[in-house]
């Protein structure tokens, strides 16, 4: 039953970008604490004196005062004041890492589709739901019709394990990978990039989690140096369009002396679709 009044709820990735967050705030937490194992002892106090300061250690308790420091010695003061200043962010970090695992624990988007699903189905099919389902969403992404790129007459045949035909050995590695991992993907979707016009990228993925478009391109002759050039020009293009590297857009490189390695595809997968895998694996 179509309403088309309903309000819309818009595509949520809180807690996905939480996660990331969370990692990046988790990486400078552990650099902040293993400079704090290595830094110096002792109390700083800084006391103004003319225009500037003059400093003091103490190094022992009960001492008010401290040992007066020459300006030679600054480096000493400056590593104890640093000291104390990382101590601080690293307790700061803490408590946002705490208050990231809080929300990614209680906060669950997909509870707006177990609404509907949830339904009696008679009253489901009553029901204009404010979020299409992941699955129903996923299922009509991958079946648009589309018309990819030709493949020459002669040109060698290969093959995926669900019958996709793809251009090469290395194709097959990417395209096998991302099954395994759950992403669905169209290979050689027409794309329509600024300065180039329509380009056919290698696998256009769905991240099923932010419903996000991600292309994958693997460049497989690096050292052909036309085929580099043409490379370079290609992302360049993809950028203007908004397509960015490290973000929604992933590229693979190889040569015949370095081959495509499967442990990087899937140190893509895992970075770029880090929740995908997750559910894919529970």
Known sequence: MNNPQQPKVLLDNITELADTRKQELQTCLDNLQKSLKKAPKGLLRAQPHKNSFQYYII???????????????????????QRDYN???????????TALDNLTENYHPEE?????TGLHPGRRALVTPIRESDEEF????QH????GKPFEINAPEFFTSTGVRVRSKS?????????????????????????WGTLYPDFTCLNTTSREEIIWEHFGLMGDPDYTENAIQKISHYAASGYILGKNLIVTFESGNTPLSVKQVQAYIKAFFKQNVSRQQN
Do not use: Q
């Open 112 to 116: 707006i589709d177990a609404a509907f």
């Open 171 to 195: 194709e097959v590695i990417i395209a096998e990978a991302l099954n395994r991992a759950g992403i669905p993907f169209r290979y050689e979707y027409p794309t329509s990039i600024k300065g």
């Open 59 to 81: 190094s022992e308790r009960g001492d008010t005062k401290g040992k007066y420091l020459p300006r030679k010695e600054i480096r000493k003061a400056a590593a104890i004041a």
């Open 144 to 147: 648009l019709p589309y018309t």
């Open 138 to 141: 996923i299922a009509t992404w």
């Open 87 to 97: 101590a601080a962010v690293a307790r700061i970090i803490g408590r946002k890492i």
